[in-house]
Each structure stands twice: as structure tokens, then as C-alpha cells.
């Protein structure tokens, strides 16, 4: 008998090309059953009228102390997320969260090398930055991630770290953004020149065509040109129209270059009146903890809590124009593949977890089929980070479901290795597991969270010398 059948819902799954009515069944784990027949179950979840896809996979989010915060993980369960990246750290702040507040998710974690931080400075040298990068993968890192566009290092150590990352297989991604160029066009173009072909993820590509450098369509044909010209970058892009940064100041100027920039941008002072200028006028939200959820908070009560915590508050901006976010969401290239592969948020703990929410009105709209949106909510990301039995309901495969509403668009019931996490919009899982490489099993063992182990650097050398 199967311990789950979830019962006549549309479902959908690139890998295995199907978008139909089936029945789906669960044992042990595991995707046990897809078919029309009615096989006995211990539970039966009727699911018609509902979408039944692999569970959602969020390639890029936040969910430490420096950003998104521990609510992040009920917020994406909610969401109908079953895995994500958190692209930041600090990482035992990720791991404590987890361990505190977790949804019962599956999470890999980037280890920011941050200036001042983990890294003395924004030029550090070859053997401090290598250092940095054994210290974050012995401490369970799945790799490191350069946060450019906040916190720049020098064109020249950026270039130095993305050889550094290549030569020993290791995961690196990007925030466009060095002590030259910002978090824009003219980062992109810094940094795919810096890579000299080699791979690396470049982090939400449609963040960096806001229209700041070029005509809006002019950065968004050389970005696309870009890409289609140097394969070897991974990507992603998310449906948000708002960011989210830090509002902290130093010496009354924001300590983020992407909080100044977006100051700037639209004709604000780049200072923390500037901020509460903006938030007055509704163009900047600060974000507000509400029953364990983090919200946006209307701009008397933003500007209450920027004063009342001295500014150190995280906000977001509403800058992402709506082109951007579609045209990286949907452009395929020359031979019918798309151009970026994967959704993700960049949400987590910023209230912006709109993968179902947005993606499926694009299924709607018919810019994507729902076998495409499986492929960039899920089955693609599982594949890049070597999650080789998620993202698809091949037998055997880990039982990681979202059910969703097509009409509401939002995240019903989820399962992850057939556990249920969320339930009729409820969360009801906690803690989670790890996903960390060889040289992290062990903290993360004395950490005291279940983990499951990719071996990174093998993953990335077969991937790259293909
Ligand atoms: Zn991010």
C-alpha cells in the first residue's frame, strides 16, 4: 500500500514530459506511482482542479541575520518552495535559523566574502581569499558568493577570485558590482571581462537592466547579447518588482551601493534623509515582522521604525521595471532553449516569493507552458546543484511536491520527501536539511542538522570541461 496518493490533480514535469490529469503516489519518500489507475493508499489527497508540480526550487534567496532573517523559511513554505539557495550568509546564522525557526526545508548555503567581514579588505590577497574560501566550505558552505553591488571588492580581486574559485572547483556567485562599477551594465560587462571565459553564476541577471546606464532596451539587448555570447555563466532572474537592501547608514550614508544607487536613481539624496524621503513617498518600503511573517510596512510605520532602530532596518526599493522581469522570465534563444533557465526570488526573508504567484500568470498569459515553468522553478536548479533526485517524479525520485491553485496562484499543500510542510496553507514542518559538500559534512553533522552531501567540486569539473 502507498503511504500518499495525491488524486487526479493536472500534473506537470519537464523531465518526463507530462502535463495531464494523474494520479501521483508516494512511498516511503519516494515517487512511487504516476498513473490514471486509483492504487490503495494510506492517505488520499484529492487534488482536482489543482496543479501538482515538482517542489518549487528557489535558486537564489536570503535567509540569514544580515538579510531576510529565520522568518524566511516559513515565508517561502508558504510560498510553496520545498529547496532553495540562500546566496549571503553569514552561515551559522542561516544554520541557527534553520535549527530555530526552520520549515522543514532543504537549503544550500553561499558564505558571502565580505570585506571587513571574513576579508580584510576590498583587496585582499590570493592566499587571504583562499583561506576564506576553505574556512566557509569546512564550515559546511555549499560555496562563496561575492556580494559586488553592497560590498565591492576591486576589479583586480575579483578577477583573482573567480580564477581562484575555477582552478579548484568551486561554487562562486557573483553580485555585479566592484570599488569601480556598480551593480548595473557597466558591472556586468566589468565582470564577464574579468572571468576571461572561465564559468561562473552571475546573480539575477534581470537586477542589472534598470534602464540606469542605457535606454532600458538597449541594457537589456547587450545583457541578452552577453549571455547568448558566453554560455559558460549560469544564471537566474526573478518576477518581483521590488528589491530588498539595507538601510543601515554610516556617517549618514547608506552603507549599500545598491541602496545608494537606487537613492540616486530616482532623484533621492544619498544619505538617511534621502531614505525617509523615499519611504514617505512610497517608492522605498521598510520591512515590518507580522505575525512571524515580514511584511512591507506602510510609510508611517516604516519611517517609525527606521528612527526608532537608528536606520538599521532592511527596505525595498521598487525598481525592477515590469520588461526586464519578463523578457529574462521568458527569451529563448536561437535554438529554442530559454535564454536564462531558472527562477528564483531573491526573496527568502524579503517578502517577494513570488515564483508560483508570478510564473504561473505567466503560464496563464501563455508566455510560458507549465512543463517550461517546472523546468525553471524546479528541475533546472535541482540539476545545477547536483540534486539529481529532485525536481522531476521519475520513480524513485525524492517525493518534494507543491500543489498549487491555478486561479489564486499560491502554494496549497507541500511535501518534502513525502513529509508534509505545508498543509492547506499552514506550515506544520521544522528544522531541515543542508545540502553541503565533502569538506562541510562534518560541521554540519556537529551542527546537528541533517545534511545531504553533493560533491561540488566533482559536479562542476564534469560540467565544465564538457
Ligand atoms: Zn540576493
Not at 536548479?381 to 499560491?410: M, N, Q, W, Y
Request: a negative charge; proline letters at 4%; one cysteine or more.
Amino acid at each position: 500500500m502507498l503511504d500518499l496518493l495525491i488524486k487526479g490533480g493536472r500534473v506537470a514535469d519537464w523531465k518526463n514530459h507530462t502535463d495531464r490529469i494523474l494520479n501521483l503516489g508516494v512511498q516511503d519518500g519516494r515517487i512511487a506511482y504516476l498513473g490514471t489507475d486509483v492504487p490503495a493508499a494510506a492517505r488520499i489527497i484529492e487534488a482536482s482542479g489543482l496543479i501538482v508540480i515538482p517542489g518549487v526550487i528557489d535558486s537564489h534567496m536570503h535567509a540569514s541575520s544580515w538579510l531576510g532573517g529565520s522568518s524566511a523559511f516559513r515565508m517561502m513554505a508558504k510560498a510553496g518552495v520545498t529547496t532553495a539557495m540562500e546566496m549571503a550568509g553569514p552561515l551559522e546564522t542561516v544554520f541557527e535559523g534553520m535549527k530555530r525557526e526552520g520549515a522543514g526545508l532543504t537549503i544550500a548555503v553561499l558564505q558571502q566574502l565580505k570585506p571587513g567581514l571574513n576579508i580584510s579588505g576590498t583587496d585582499p590577497s590570493d592566499d587571504e581569499l583562499k583561506r576564506a574560501i576553505q574556512e566557509s566550505l569546512e564550515s559546511g558552505a555549499y560555496g562563496v558568493k561575492l556580494l559586488g553591488g553592497h560590498y565591492p571588492m576591486t576589479p583586480d580581486a575579483m578577477k583573482r577570485l573567480i580564477r581562484i574559485c575555477c582552478d579548484s572547483y568551486t561554487f562562486l556567485a557573483i553580485h555585479a558590482g566592484s570599488t569601480e562599477h556598480g551593480s548595473n551594465l557597466e558591472g556586468v560587462r566589468e565582470v564577464i571581462a574579468a572571468a576571461e571565459g572561465r564559468p561562473f553564476h552571475l546573480a539575477h541577471i534581470n537586477a542589472y537592466c534598470r534602464g540606469n546606464v542605457e535606454p532600458l532596451e538597449d541594457e537589456i539587448r547587450e545583457t541578452a547579447d552577453l549571455l547568448s555570447r558566453h554560455p559558460e555563466i549560469e544564471t537566474e532572474s526573478y518576477l518581483s518588482p521590488i528589491n530588498g537592501c539595507s538601510a543601515k547608514c554610516r556617517d549618514d550614508v547608506p552603507e549599500s551601493g545598491v541602496t545608494r544607487s537606487c537613492l540616486k536613481s530616482h532623484g533621492y539624496d544619498v544619505s538617511a534623509e534621502g531614505i525617509l524621503k523615499a519611504v514617505a513617498d512610497g517608492y522605498a518600503a521598510v520591512h515590518e515582522v507580522v505575525d512571524g511573517f515580514v511584511t512591507l510596512a506602510s510609510p508611517e510605520k516604516g519611517i517609525e521604525i527606521l528612527k526608532a532602530r537608528g536606520m538599521d532596518v532592511p527596505v525595498s526599493f521598487k525598481v525592477n521595471p515590469a520588461l526586464s522581469r519578463f523578457y529574462f522570465a521568458t527569451q529563448k534563444k536561437q535554438d529554442g532553449t530559454f535564454l536564462v533557465n531558472s527562477f528564483c526570488t531573491d526573496g527568502g526573508g524579503i517578502p517577494r516569493n513570488v515564483i508560483l504567484k508570478n510564473g504561473l500568470l505567466l503560464v496563464d498569459f501563455g508566455a510560458l507552458t507549465l512543463q517550461e515553468f517546472v523546468l525553471k522553478s524546479s528541475y533546472e536548479t535541482a540539476c545545477r546543484l547536483g540534486l539529481t533526485s529532485k525536481g522531476h517524479f521519475s520513480a524513485g525520485a525524492d517525493a518534494d511536491i507543491t500543489i498549487a491553485d491555478p486561479v489564486s496562484r499560491e502554494a496549497v499543500s507541500t511535501f518534502i520527501s513525502g513529509q508534509p510542510v505545508l498543509e492547506e496553507g499552514k506550515v506544520v514542518a521544522r528544522g531541515g536539511t543542508i545540502v553541503t559538500t565533502p569538506d562541510g559534512a562534518d560541521a554540519v553533522r556537529r551542527f546537528g542538522l541533517p545534511s545531504r552531501v553533493v560533491d561540488v567540486r566533482t559536479l562542476l569539473k564534469t560540467r565544465w570541461n564538457r
